[in-house]
């Protein structure tokens, strides 16, 4: 098993691209969540989802948007990024809430 | 909102010596989770408690949940070198949405 795998690494964008952060998962798992990461705030909740086609907002939903169309596949959108979007996010999922939390690599992400 | 603080924000310690971290909700939780984040990587699930006063040990780790369900604690006897990370509790009252506290990170000096 990969376990949850998420792409890019790193990405830098320019104030007002857009772009799609990948998350995918081999365990089969439900429940699938996006945290964002920053110096001293810990981990906040951006959307969660709870099923194929179940999503709902979290503590900083603003600025993303996310889809659940398979189990496997959990993509968070930037639509128009911002510099307070810089941070480093993580995707994590459970084999459904609140069981233990396996989190992917983190996709570091700079908005100049 | 639903807010979890953790204290210290910091903490250094000789090798050998104890550590602890406090995790304080203002609400109420149906349960909490332990993770540490070493540096430069992912958060890595811990343990779980979920009744009033529970206390799990692994190995030189000891975590309590308490009485009332808004606090805990994770500490560590007699750290080493590998026990270096940032320690994260993450609370829950709906099981559907956890909320991180700020994290501590624990240096140990060789």
């Known amino acids: 098993n990969a376990g949850v795998t998420q792409t890019p690494k790193f990405q830098v964008l320019k104030t007002g691209q857009s772009m799609t952060l990948q998350c995918a998962q081999d365990?089969?798992?439900?429940?699938m969540s996006w945290y964002r990461q920053d110096p001293g705030m810990g981990l906040r909740l951006i959307h969660y989802s709870v099923g194929a086609g179940i999503t709902d907002q979290g503590e900083v939903p603003n600025g993303y948007n996310v889809s659940r169309s398979t189990t496997e596949d959990f993509p968070l959108r930037l639509l128009s990024a911002a510099p307070s979007q810089t941070s480093v996010y993580f995707c994590a999922s459970s084999l459904t809430p609140p069981n233990e939390q396996f989190f992917g690599p983190g996709t570091r992400l700079t908005v100049l | 909102g639903q807010q979890v603080m953790q204290i210290p924000q910091y903490q250094h310690v000789q090798e050998g010596e104890d550590f602890t971290t406090y995790c304080n909700s203002s609400?109420?939780?149906?349960?909490i989770q332990w993770y540490k984040q070493r540096p430069g990587g992912h958060p890595v699930f811990l343990i779980q408690?979920?009744?009033?006063?529970e206390v799990k040990k692994q190995k030189r780790l000891t975590f309590q949940f308490g009485e009332a369900k808004k606090n805990s604690s994770l500490h560590i006897t007699a750290t080493q070198t590998t026990d270096v990370g940032t320690y994260f509790c993450a609370g829950t009252n709906t099981g559907n949405q956890f909320y991180f506290g700020t994290g501590t990170s624990l240096t140990v000096i060789p």
């Open positions: 408690l979920v009744k009033s006063g």
């Open positions: 609400t109420t939780l149906s349960n």
């Open positions: 365990m089969n798992h439900e429940y």
